[in-house]
């Protein structure tokens, strides 16, 4: 893992794996703070290294009445003080060209969603921040051809590539996750798990996506027995009134429960 090249980050010898929580979306600075010390104090507890995500906008959205965001700027600017006031690096997704420059200058680590994985201006334009490029596998596209997306990083001069799995689709209204494909994709990045995501079920008739928070726990177990780098978890202390993906995020007050069990999971996977 390329941990110890992100400022800020802990706990870059532990054995553990990584984590990326927060809120699916940055709706004000109280909550994105609220969340930040919670999962903070967990971690720090557990040494497992961290890393705030919050987006400062969401760009792929069903309706066009549903929540986009506070506003850009002012969105990375709370990315930047739960990163100044606590001390954590922060991570968030970009969906245009444009974008890559404007939240450089705010975090740490720069996502590629899923469906634009493939859009070549955007990746490279991410990589030649010189920021840590997390890039979302697409729903469509096998670990194998995750390759090429990785090569687009490194060869726009950056080395500096995870990749993140976060479900395959499964029919119209489901996702997937083939756990065949954490060993394939980590030969070419550091991989991480995004549980949360992969539990969506899309394309509800009402346009509001739905979700299974109730099989987090399996997934992520999954995950950490199959060598899996990092887990992405969207967490709320209020899913139910979270103003984006709240139908599969995990309520921040399980959180130490699940990854106390999965720092037991992994040290025992360790000791063999």
């Given at each position: 893992?390329?941990?110890?090249?992100?400022?800020?980050?802990?706990?870059?010898?532990?054995?553990?794996?990584?984590?990326?929580?927060?809120?699916?979306?940055?709706?004000?600075?109280?909550?994105?703070?609220?969340?930040?010390?919670?999962?903070?104090?967990?971690?720090?507890?557990?040494?497992?290294?961290?890393?705030?995500?919050?987006?400062?906008?969401?760009?792929?959205?069903?309706?066009?009445?549903?929540?986009?965001?506070?506003?850009?700027?002012?969105?990375?600017?709370?990315?930047?003080?739960?990163?100044?006031?606590?001390?954590?690096?922060?991570?968030?997704?970009?969906?245009?060209?444009?974008?890559?420059?404007?939240?450089?200058?705010?975090?740490?680590?720069?996502?590629?969603?899923?469906?634009?994985?493939?859009?070549?201006?955007?990746?490279?334009?991410?990589?030649?921040?010189?920021?840590?490029?997390?890039?979302?596998?697409?729903?469509?596209?096998?670990?194998?051809?995750?390759?090429?997306?990785?090569?687009?990083?490194?060869?726009?001069?950056?080395?500096?590539?995870w990749i993140t799995d976060r479900g395959t689709m499964f029919g119209y209204q489901d996702?997937?996750?083939?756990?065949?494909?954490?060993?394939?994709?980590?030969?070419?990045?550091?991989?991480?798990?995004?549980?949360?995501?992969?539990?969506?079920?899309?394309?509800?008739?009402?346009?509001?996506?739905?979700?299974?928070?109730?099989?987090?726990?399996?997934?992520?177990?999954?995950?950490?027995?199959?060598?899996?780098?990092?887990?992405?978890?969207?967490?709320?202390?209020?899913?139910?009134?979270?103003?984006?993906?709240?139908?599969?995020?995990?309520?921040?007050?399980?959180?130490?429960?699940?990854?106390?069990?999965?720092?037991?999971?992994?040290?025992?996977?360790?000791?063999?």
């Open positions: 893992m390329e941990l110890n090249k992100i400022p800020k980050i802990k706990h870059t010898k532990s054995d553990n794996f990584f984590l990326l929580a927060g809120p699916c979306a940055i709706e004000g600075e109280e909550m994105a703070l609220r969340i930040a010390e919670k999962v903070l104090k967990i971690t720090d507890n557990l040494k497992i290294p961290y890393i705030f995500k919050g987006s400062f906008k969401k760009a792929n959205r069903s309706r066009i009445d549903s929540f986009t965001g506070i506003g850009d700027v002012e969105a990375l600017k709370i990315l930047r003080k739960v990163s100044e006031t606590f001390d954590i690096p922060t991570v968030t997704d970009i969906h245009e060209v444009s974008d890559a420059a404007l939240a450089s200058q705010y975090v740490d680590v720069l996502q590629i969603p899923a469906f634009l994985v493939r859009q070549t201006d955007l990746v490279v334009a991410a990589a030649k921040t010189g920021k840590v490029v997390n890039l979302k596998k697409g729903q469509f596209m096998s670990p194998e051809a995750m390759k090429h997306a990785v090569q687009k990083v490194k060869d726009s001069g950056n080395q500096q590539a996702m997937i996750v083939d756990f065949r494909g954490i060993p394939t994709m980590r030969e070419f990045a550091p991989t991480v798990l995004d549980v949360t995501h992969s539990l969506q079920q899309p394309n509800q008739s009402s346009g509001v996506t739905g979700g299974r928070p109730d099989m987090i726990e399996t997934i992520a177990r999954a995950g950490i027995v199959n060598q899996v780098d990092g887990l992405f978890i969207e967490t709320h202390f209020d899913p139910a009134n979270a103003k984006s993906d709240g139908a599969n995020m995990l309520d921040l007050k399980h959180l130490e429960g699940l990854l106390s069990r999965l720092v037991t999971i992994r040290k025992t996977i360790n000791s063999f």
